[in-house]
Every structure is written in C-alpha cells, then in structure tokens.
C-alpha cells in the first residue's frame, strides 16, 4: 500500500515539474518573439540620381628638362619627387666644352629623372621633367548622353585615393576621338600633395531627379518573389508593406506604397520579420 502511495505521489511531482517547465518553454517562447529593430523615419523629399565617371589624374602642367649637349653625369642634386624652385641647382654635367650646370626652369616636383651620377647623358631626351602637383587636371572619356550634362565651370563631388575633393569642369570637347568618346577634363586643387599623377579618380555628376517621393533607406528595402516590400512599426509591431521601387540609389531608394512621411521604417533586424511580429526599437534616427 505504501509503495503504491509513493508511486502516485512520484507520478504527480513529476506531471508538476513537467507542466513547470512547459510553462517556461512556453514564456521563453514568447519573450523570444519580440524582436528588437532599428528603425529611420521616411521622408519626402528629391532623389538624385548620380553617375560616376572615372578619369585618371595628370600634373595641370610640366616642364621638360634639356641639356645643351651630351656628356657624363658628374653630380645630383635632387632625386625624383623632391621639390625644388625656380633657378635650383639639379646637376652638374661634364662635356668636352667644359662643366653645364643644370637648374630648375620652374617650381614644382622632380619626375621622370633616370639618370645617376657617373652615367652619360643625351641631349636628344630630357634629363628629367618639373612637374606642378598644386594643381592636377582630371581626364575623362564620355558618352554622347552624357558629354550635355556637363558644363565647363561646373563643380561636382570627386573620390580620390579615399578621399574626396571638389573639381572643376574646365573644357568639354564637342567632337568625339577616335573611340567615339568626347574627351572632358576638369581641375582640382592639390596644394597638399595628397595625390599624384596617374591615380584614379571618380567624379559624380547628377543624372536625373526624382521629384517629390517617399525616400527611405536603401537598407530597408526588402525583395521576395519579385516583389519590393518595407517593414513599418506600428503599436510595436512589425508591419510589412508592399511598395512600388521608382529608383536606388547606394543610401536611398524612391518608392511608392502605403508609406508616408514620418512613418517608422525598420532598416536593421528585418532578417526574418513577419507581418505582425512583436518589436522592440532600440536604436535609429
């Protein structure tokens, strides 16, 4: 009788513990559906649309450096990329009539010097070129949709070399080369050196606008079976909206939708969401 109490007493504790821990199961479940997210307010406002265009970047001017006659290199002054000013001693050559010195016809860099002391050097090449790094010309190629949006005195947004730069359109050729592409260049200011010749640049010139329309963060915009959607919050919770891409661009899209300005739109934590999910914001704009 008495194992037969111990084994209903037994059964009962362990239905108990069993009901305890579906309880918690059940409660972790839920705490587990509210999800955190980041959200940014949408905006009406213009969208422009940007196109890059790549040039490589050239000395604005140079001055080529010529001997009056050939003869062995006796001494150096400068080497390659050293700065030096107008009238600066840059070497000394010995020639059957006699020692030339040779001097800086400018200020600026020293480039495209090869020569070392000791070697024989022609006056039929140029001993070395000057070079004005203060300010380098940006040359582009482009296309015939593209050559009429640009105008000479107009300034855009260049990158170069991790950084960014305004330049200044300074001539548009109105007659193709032989490629078919219509020559541009433009200027920028290199008074620090930051950059030199021969590296590349990007420069973006605005192509088209959209005006008046829904902007919200490219990074919201979700794509499923061919169709773009957004997730909003409301009452805290996660609202999918089917919506309408007019155009992308890398930090902002245009769309259309049931999307107004104000509207919380979540743009991290998105992964996975469904309508309806219980959501907690922690962070955005």
Not at 135 to 140: D, H, I, S, T, Y
Not at 142 to 157: A, N
Request: net charge negative; with cysteine; proline share 3%.
């Amino acid at each position: 009788m008495k194992r037969w109490m111990i084994g209903i007493t037994a059964v009962f504790l362990i239905g108990i513990l069993a009901a305890c821990n579906q309880d918690e199961d059940t409660n972790q479940e839920v705490e587990k559906r509210v999800i955190p997210v980041e959200t940014q307010e949408a905006k009406n406002d213009n969208l422009v649309i940007e196109r890059s265009l790549y040039g490589r970047a050239a000395a604005s001017s140079t001055s080529q450096i010529m001997l009056q006659a050939a003869g062995e290199l006796d001494s150096l002054e400068v080497e390659n990329g050293e700065m030096v000013e107008e009238d600066d001693l840059i070497a000394t050559i010995s020639t059957p009539a006699g020692n030339q010195n040779i001097r800086a016809s400018r200020d600026g860099e020293v480039t495209q010097l090869r020569a070392a002391e000791g070697d024989m050097v022609s006056a039929e090449e140029p001993f070395a070129v000057i070079a004005d790094l203060d300010e380098l010309k940006l040359n582009f190629t482009v296309t015939s949709d593209v050559v009429g949006l640009l105008k000479t005195g107009d300034t855009y947004q260049v990158e170069a070399a991790d950084k960014e730069y305004e330049a200044e359109i300074s001539s548009v050729d109105s007659m193709p080369g032989e490629n078919g592409l219509y020559p541009v260049q433009a200027t920028l200011s290199n008074e620090e050196k930051d950059l030199l010749p021969g590296v590349i640049a990007s420069m973006k010139i605005p192509e088209e606008t959209i005006s008046d329309a829904i902007i919200v963060p490219t990074e919201a915009v979700n794509q499923e079976n061919e169709e773009s959607f957004v997730f909003l919050v409301k009452d805290n919770k996660a609202e999918r909206v089917v919506v309408t891409v007019l155009e992308t661009q890398s930090e902002n899209t245009a769309i259309e939708g049931d999307v107004s300005e104000g509207d919380q739109i979540i743009v991290s934590g998105h992964l996975g969401l469904t309508d309806g999910d219980q959501v907690s914001v922690t962070g955005g704009e």
